[in-house]
């Protein structure tokens, strides 16, 4: 299978504290996403980061990608309750059409 | 906004019926994409389409098929439902974006087969 494998599967931290999830593949991508789930809902795309960069912000979020690794890791800082979300890497594959390819999830809780 | 929409939040069947999941995006998007999700596999592709009238099979299409006759709507079906179908089913549109297209998400059906 060339899904994504995201650790840690679960992650508990405090609000304020930083976060940082890792997704790595294993073949060539054009490109790599984020994407937010909130409990039981759709998902929403947060950042692309394309295959010739390394590193990409939006507002609280930092995506960096190490081709050479085959990974990324996404950091959201200064978390706050309202990310407790579960966060999916999306990898578009080289010659993959307009597909793109989930990872097994981040679950990110962040307590008060 | 990009809007997606799925005929139904929940939904509660029984083995052996035929059910219908219907998806509608408002955006003219020419990319349309039905995933499952269950807990520890994430979202795996079912079906999606390029364009009205075509299809082309993910990476779990059995026990399912699809149809876009127009370019807004896409239907999944379950021929004949079984237990093992009971899962979260996600819709999802994109359009070409040389190379960088996103997705865009519905709100998703949880279906419960009996």
């Known amino acids: 299978s060339q899904q994504g494998e995201e650790d840690p599967q679960a992650l508990s931290i405090q609000e304020g504290e930083n976060a940082t999830m890792n997704c790595s593949y294993k073949?060539?991508?054009?490109?790599l996403q984020w994407y937010r789930q909130n409990s039981g809902r759709g998902l929403v795309h947060l950042i692309l980061?394309?295959?010739?960069?390394r590193e990409k912000h939006s507002g609280r979020l930092r995506v960096t990608l190490d081709t050479s690794k085959k990974s990324s890791s996404l950091l959201i800082t200064a978390s706050r309750a309202a990310d407790t979300a579960s966060y999916f890497c999306?990898?578009?594959?080289?010659?993959?059409?307009?597909?793109?390819?989930f990872g097994t999830g981040t679950q990110l809780k962040v307590e008060l | 906004d990009v809007k997606v929409t799925q005929s139904s939040r929940y939904l509660v069947k029984r083995t052996g019926e035929k059910v219908f999941l219907e998806c509608v995006q408002d955006?003219?998007?020419?990319?349309m994409f039905w995933y499952r999700q269950d807990p520890g596999l994430g979202l795996r592709l079912i079906y999606f389409?390029?364009?009205?009238?075509?299809?082309e099979k993910g990476d779990i299409p059995e026990g399912y098929s699809v149809s876009r006759e127009k370019k807004e709507r896409f239907s999944l079906i379950l021929e004949s439902a079984s237990t093992n179908q009971t899962s979260m089913y996600l819709c999802?549109?994109?359009?070409?974006?040389?190379?960088?297209?996103?997705?865009?998400f519905g709100p998703g059906t949880r279906l419960l087969v009996l």
């Open positions: 999802a549109s994109s359009t070409p974006d040389r190379g960088q297209e996103t997705q865009y």
């Open positions: 073949t060539s991508i054009n490109n």
């Open positions: 980061i394309r295959s010739n960069e």
């Open positions: 999306a990898l578009h594959f080289t010659g993959g059409g307009n597909k793109l390819t």
């Open positions: 955006m003219d998007h020419e990319n």
């Open positions: 389409s390029y364009d009205v009238k075509m299809k």
